[in-house]
């Protein structure tokens, strides 16, 4: 397959090919963007299929019975992203997420893990490898994954009333599924698990309160997040919106919250722990106070393109030149370019008219 070379202006172009520098070289050290954000986390979407229908991520009206989904071939392998994973690593990343779709439907993923699981960061640590699930699968895979070296789980919940969240996922899959999906994870010796809760205005907002006070005391640590215009399907609304700052508010009135700093520089959640010192819950608010100025995250997609925003409108084919024998030495190079000419801020620039624009669905490159 001969890889057509592109200028350097066109790299934002959909699917294409990106260009090899002809000094390509090995990076060293961390690789920057235009705002000086190191590339620290990579998100790979193993598969584009789901066992849920969230009505804000993957609705019935656009994955219905008769939606295409990619076909195997098309499909990184798990040698192909264990490559990718390496050569990320070497501009510095040191977290890997496995994202989907929902990722414990691609067979044999403990696999992929003990794969992932031989690498090492720049400093010679090994990797951080995390996982996002419904949970639902985690009953039968929860042990193998740990055994694999898997390090972290974190499992999507929007509430834990019947009606709702089966509304939600649309599929009637009940709330026991997932807190069983949970338990088992916590019985395979996984010590930090976060539960997301996407909130939506007049859906799902009754419930911040219980979710709080369900997990409150366990050891988990449940994530608050801001309704997002991810995709062009969901049907996004601002008015939808429930702000961190309400959520923090409405949580705070039952059981008071002390804020505390990130754990790290870049982290997405604001943390705040309970003042009795029973756990803490985090608030991610990419609507309403954008961080985009300290993202260092990069997603690849499940046939391999890489996306440097989730509010991406177009991918950089790095599967393309994996597929036509180029070195590690020439993607890498490749890589480094697109992220040194990343100028992503969507969230802080969103208006009414932005969220018009055709962006990648969340189920393909993952949250």
């Not at 520089?265 to 106070?289: F, K, L, M, N, P």
Request: charge should be positive.
């Amino acid at each position: 397959m001969t890889i057509k070379i592109i200028p350097i202006i066109d790299l934002l172009s959909a699917s294409q090919v990106p260009l090899i520098p002809a000094n390509a070289a090995a990076p060293s050290g961390q690789t920057t963007d235009t705002r000086g954000r190191l590339l620290g986390d990579l998100r790979i979407s193993v598969t584009d299929r789901c066992n849920f229908r969230c009505t804000y991520c993957m609705p019935k009206e656009v994955f219905g019975n008769d939606y295409q989904y990619l076909p195997r071939s098309e499909l990184l392998s798990f040698e192909e992203i264990t490559r990718t994973a390496r050569l990320f690593v070497a501009h510095g990343v040191t977290k890997v997420r496995l994202t989907g779709g929902e990722p414990l439907l691609r067979k044999n993923l403990e696999v992929l893990v003990e794969m992932l699981a031989t690498l090492k960061t720049q400093d010679g640590k090994p990797l951080d490898i995390a996982l996002t699930t419904n949970a639902t699968l985690l009953p039968k895979k929860a042990k193998a994954l740990k055994a694999a070296g898997l390090n972290r789980v974190t499992v999507s919940l929007d509430s834990l009333d019947e009606v709702t969240f089966r509304a939600m996922n649309d599929v009637n899959y009940p709330v026991a599924d997932v807190l069983k999906g949970i338990d088992a994870a916590h019985g395979a010796g996984f010590t930090s698990i976060k539960i997301n809760m996407v909130v939506k205005k007049g859906v799902n907002d009754k419930d911040i309160v219980a979710m709080a006070r369900h997990f409150k005391g366990s050891g988990h640590i449940v994530r608050f997040i801001e309704f997002m215009d991810v995709g062009t399907s969901n049907g996004w609304c601002m008015n939808d919106v429930v702000s961190s700052a309400e959520i923090v508010r409405m949580v705070n009135a039952d059981m008071p919250l002390i804020e505390v700093p990130s754990n790290y520089s870049g982290e997405v959640a604001q943390r705040w722990t309970y003042a009795d010192g029973s756990g803490e819950i985090g608030v991610i608010s990419s609507v309403t106070q954008a961080f985009c100025s300290t993202c260092t995250r990069a997603r690849v997609s499940t046939d391999g393109k890489l996306y440097t925003c989730l509010f991406a409108e177009s991918g950089h084919d790095l599967r393309a030149l994996m597929r036509s024998g180029k070195s590690d030495t020439q993607i890498t190079s490749a890589i480094g370019l697109i992220w040194n000419q990343r100028k992503d801020r969507y969230s802080e620039l969103r208006t009414a008219e932005t969220t018009k624009h055709k962006k990648v669905e969340m189920s393909y490159i993952g949250g």
